[in-house]
């Protein structure tokens, strides 16, 4: 007689995942992820009345709309009251299509203020704004 051995158990293939190395990449992805997206959110201070672009052409005779200091508004070398600032375009823009405003505001005008006037032009129909900025190189100088 002889003795049988059954293999067939010990050959047998399992069909279960094994789920642990998948576990470890999503945590090491996890912490990942965690690490970075603080550091995509940096505070960074700017210093917007300088700029380094450079300059453009600008029409023959430009429209100048100054924001001083105090938040009063002159238009070229007119004051502007408050409430006129697109009658006062309307006479000086003189039935040019779509003309370019050129906005100059004080740099301790806050924020707020300079939206403000921005929110005013656009009322006023005027779309087309260019912020001016004194040359990178200059502004060491004054």
């Known amino acids: 007689m002889g003795l049988r051995i059954d293999h067939d158990d010990e050959l047998a293939e399992h069909h ?20 970075a997206a603080p550091l995509a959110t940096v505070d960074i201070k700017v210093d917007l009345p300088a700029a380094s672009a450079a300059r453009q052409d600008r029409p023959d005779d430009p429209l100048w709309l100054t924001l001083a200091e105090d938040h009063s508004l002159t238009l070229g070398e007119t004051p502007v009251a ?7 375009l309307a ?3 003189e ?7 050129f906005l100059r505001a004080d740099s301790r005008v806050d924020y707020g203020t300079l939206m403000g006037t921005l929110d005013r032009l656009r009322e006023a129909g005027y779309l087309k704004v260019a912020l001016v900025a004194r040359d990178g190189a200059s502004a060491g100088d004054e």
């Open 91 to 93: 006479s000086a823009s």
């Open 95 to 101: 039935g040019r299509e779509d003309p370019r405003i």
């Open 82 to 88: 408050d409430g006129g600032l697109a009658a006062a």
């Open 16 to 35: 279960e995942i094994n789920v642990t190395p998948f576990i470890d990449v999503m945590l090491v992805l996890l912490i990942i992820f965690m690490v």
